[in-house]
């Protein structure tokens, strides 16, 4: 059998390189997304940075402990507890000691080099326990020198005057000295007094002593900590932060990697079936020379055994080469960190081999095991027309897919609707659909053929006739060219119309709860406005300012799971004039000091009911629910006041203007107090612009590398499907020509059923991005979130454009070079 199958391979190569690219390309890809994604298993470790010079440091606490029944439960806090002045002084008792403080930091002129999100401050005696030394200038002497953090040929040099804006105010200062950046942030250094005048808090001290004396010391204060050897580490600006980068790479790269190798499943099960179903005659002729069904099960498994090794073990050698460069170009595009690259992990290409043998080989087993049944004059016969029906063995498992993923819909939107908005759930609710529709594809195509193809089949001549009759009796190669048009399609419109629906609603919701006339945001993630312009703002008549501050709370649900939600600063009444909640039960107007307004996720959503939560600073109190908001897109969060804030500072003012008629008049004033202190204000209408865009920027770069990937992939597999089709039909082709007709009419026909196939591909996979928009936007709907259903023609159109072209090209190329042969000649040749 293996002698035969490999005598056949020769003899039909076209299908056998069709089926070996379509592997190779398959197993390619799965071995690429792999390999990126075992790469962000493990973050790079990192030993202590700011504070590697220093023997022992002292700060508040920075991670919740709390016990329950299954063990010790941790959480980070976004706001530890500031050195108390008091301890500081004891600390100095034992051994010298350096106070550090770290605050926000805006530069006008030019922005000293170095990394991180923003620029921060620091006093300059703490640089000796750091990394930082002086590479030119001297240390800052006067309240108005600064030393900051440059390479060579920055543009911030020694004896320059910049505007520096803080807390305290924005003044010009004079650079006095520059250190190396560490590679952990971005610094300016002023003098020890400057720094504790614009910050008076301590964030840490640096103590030179016995660890066990400033431990027996710190021990009576509550919520300190003191860190030594390797500990020192969590001093760092953000020392979790490689970790953290690598959290949004691992879910892009996880949803890639699901969404690649159902790509390549699908296309790679759809294509070598179709390659067997090709060979039906070539099966009827051995079962009437005496094979047995076992025999030719046999030499078809034998076949996909060799080209599923050898299409394998090249597609393993083209994700080695293929991991780097998307590894490289997600750097280049700011979705993973610039240290990302592969690592040396080997059971991605095992994986990747091992499922493309598996595919092959499933993929010739149900249409094998179908020829092997048939007997042989049958055989014979039914090579010539498909007749639609469906075995039980494809009607079962199709029906059990659609059933499944009906029942899952109906369940989430009953259930919890929010769970359709969530990328894992929209990203694998579409497969589903899609195998259940490829399966019953044989039932499908046909109405649809005769759908699409009513009105040219009016047309005068018989180019739509024939391209309607051909695509209906050729029920498994229209199935085979329009699988990947499908799976493309259905992706497409599915991802990137969620997405665009979801940030439509998240819009919508925005444009519905912010009343303000203006907002005023800190520039970086955590940092802090300005206290002159919170002053300031205040102090303009005629407007309404209401600031707010980003904390958070944490809670313990059901006694085992520390949950932390963000959460919002604010005054109760100053909220509710700039601002419309959606508020389901109690009212804003009770929120107080002893209170907190949930959402409809807490375990405890009853007004009135009090919950024990742990603040931001790691306090623990017992608050009273005095509102619940609904849901949502999940933006809904928590409320408490500014005294249960944890000691987070303001980065946000929202302004609403009394009377229309003062409203320019109070955007004059709020545009110079934006000036005067390095505050960005922004209308309304620009804030809703600019958040939309910050929201959705960075999901649809990640979704559209996904889409690049698999639909690079399925237009070469829709190509490559096209090309064995066309080659199998040369007989057919010739005696159309031994009709009378001409070359062109050929060559014409050969195109508009192209064209056919690829609409009704599209048709089937846009009833698919139907059935999951419509799921999206009635889980909106239970959510109360009223906005459109956003449709994204432009991807869609774009994708049936491209694969009409690759279609018709990959159909007329071959059929117009067969056709250069003897029409009396092709007709005469045998398969």
Not at 283 to 299: I, N
Not at 466 to 489: D, Y
Request: aromatic share 4%; glycine share 10%; with cysteine.
């Amino acid at each position: 059998m293996l002698s035969l199958a490999l005598r056949g391979m020769r003899t039909r190569w076209v299908t056998f390189v069709g089926s070996f690219l379509a592997l190779a390309l398959g197993v390619g890809i799965v071995a690429t997304t792999g390999m990126a994604l075992a790469a962000t298993f493990d973050a790079p470790r990192h030993g202590p940075e700011r504070f590697a010079a220093a023997s022992v440091v002292v700060r508040g606490e920075d991670r919740l402990r709390v016990r329950t029944p299954i063990g010790v439960r941790t959480r980070e806090l976004t706001s530890p507890r500031s050195v108390p002045a008091e301890l500081s002084a004891a600390l100095a008792g034992l051994g010298p000691t350096v106070e550090d403080r770290t605050f926000s930091v805006s530069v006008g002129d030019a922005r000293p080099d170095g990394d991180g999100e923003g620029t921060v401050g620091h006093p300059w005696p703490v640089a000796a326990a750091t990394p930082y030394r002086l590479a030119a200038g001297r240390a800052p002497v006067t309240a108005g020198e600064i030393v900051v953090t440059a390479r060579d040929g920055s543009d911030v040099r020694t004896g320059d005057r910049i505007t520096v804006a803080t807390g305290a105010g924005t003044t010009r200062r004079t650079v006095v000295g520059t250190v190396r950046p560490a590679g952990f942030e971005t610094a300016v250094f002023f003098t020890a007094a400057e720094a504790a005048r614009i910050s008076p808090e301590i964030d840490a001290v640096v103590v030179d002593a016995d660890p066990a004396a400033v431990r027996a010391l710190v021990g009576r204060e509550d919520r300190m900590t003191v860190l030594t050897g390797d500990d020192r580490r969590r001093a760092d600006p953000d020392p979790d932060r490689d970790a953290e980068a690598l959290v949004s790479v691992n879910a892009l790269l996880g949803t890639a990697a699901g969404i690649t190798a159902f790509v390549s499943v699908f296309v790679v099960a759809s294509t070598f079936s179709f390659a067997v179903a090709q060979r039906r005659r070539e099966f009827g002729l051995l079962r009437t020379a005496g094979a047995t069904p076992g025999q030719v099960r046999r030499m078809v498994y034998a076949e996909a055994v060799v080209i599923g090794v050898l299409a394998s073990a090249a597609g393993c050698r083209l994700g080695v080469l293929g991991a780097p460069r998307l590894a490289s170009w997600m750097v280049g595009e700011g979705i993973a960190p610039r240290w990302f690259a592969i690592g040396d992990q080997n059971w991605p290409l095992y994986t990747a081999f091992w499922t493309g043998l598996a595919v092959a080989l499933a993929g010739a087993v149900a249409a094998s095991r179908r020829a092997g049944r048939v007997g042989p004059a049958e055989a014979l016969r039914e090579s010539a027309v498909d007749s639609g029906s469906m075995p039980l063995s494809r009607v079962l498992p199709g029906a059990a897919v659609l059933l499944t993923g009906a029942v899952l819909l109906v369940l989430a939107l009953v259930q919890d609707p929010g769970s359709l908005l969530k990328r894992k759930t929209y990203v694998t609710q579409p497969m589903l659909f899609i195998v259940g529709f490829a399966l019953f594809a044989p039932v499908l195509v046909r109405p649809v053929i005769r759908l699409l193809t009513w009105l040219p089949a009016q047309l005068p001549g018989a180019t739509g006739v024939l391209a309607r009759e051909n695509a209906s009796t050729g029920l498994r190669r229209t199935s085979a060219v329009a699988a990947p048009v499908i799976v493309t399609v259905a992706l497409a419109a599915s991802l990137m119309g969620t997405t665009a629906t979801l940030d439509e609603a998240r819009a919508t919701e925005a444009r519905t709860q912010v009343t303000a006339d203006f907002v005023v945001m800190a520039d970086d993630e955590g940092g802090a406005l300005p206290p002159q312009f919170v002053e300031r703002a205040r102090r303009i008549p005629g407007a309404v300012v209401s600031v707010s501050r980003s904390t958070s709370v944490t809670v313990l649900e059901e006694g085992t799971a520390l949950v932390t939600s963000e959460a919002r600063a604010v005054d109760p009444a100053d909220a509710a004039a700039v601002s419309a909640l959606p508020v389901v039960a109690g009212s804003l107007a009770g929120l107080d000091d002893d209170s907190i307004v949930v959402n409809e996720e807490w375990m405890t959503t009853t007004v009135g009911e009090r919950v024990g939560v742990w603040l931001a600073d790691g306090r623990k109190v017992t608050l009273r629910v005095a509102a619940v908001l609904s849901t949502g897109t999940g933006n809904n969060g928590v409320y408490v006041t500014p005294r249960n804030a944890g000691g987070a500072a303001a980065d946000r003012v929202d302004v609403k203007v009394i009377e229309d008629t003062r409203r320019s008049a109070v955007g004059a004033q709020l545009a110079t107090a934006g000036r005067v202190t390095g505050a960005e204000v922004a209308t309304r209408a620009g804030w809703l612009a600019a958040d939309h865009r910050q929201s959705g920027g960075n999901t649809r770069l990640g979704l559209l590398m996904i889409l690049l990937i698999a639909l690079v992939y399925t237009g070469i597999a829709l190509a490559n499907t096209q090309v064995m089709a066309t080659a199998d039909r040369v007989r057919d082709l010739a005696v159309l020509r031994l009709a009378g007709a001409t070359k062109a009419q050929v060559l014409r026909l050969v195109g508009v059923e192209a064209l056919v196939v690829v609409a009704v591909g599209a048709v089937l996979g846009g009833a698919v991005a139907a059935l999951n928009l419509l799921g999206v936007r009635t889980a909106l709907g239970r959510l109360d979130v009223h906005s459109a259903v956003v449709a994204p023609w432009g991807t869609i159109g774009s994708v049936v454009a491209v694969s009409a072209l690759l279609s018709v090209v990959f159909a007329v190329l071959p059929a117009s070079l067969a056709l250069r042969t003897r029409p009396v000649e092709l007709a005469g040749t045998r398969e």
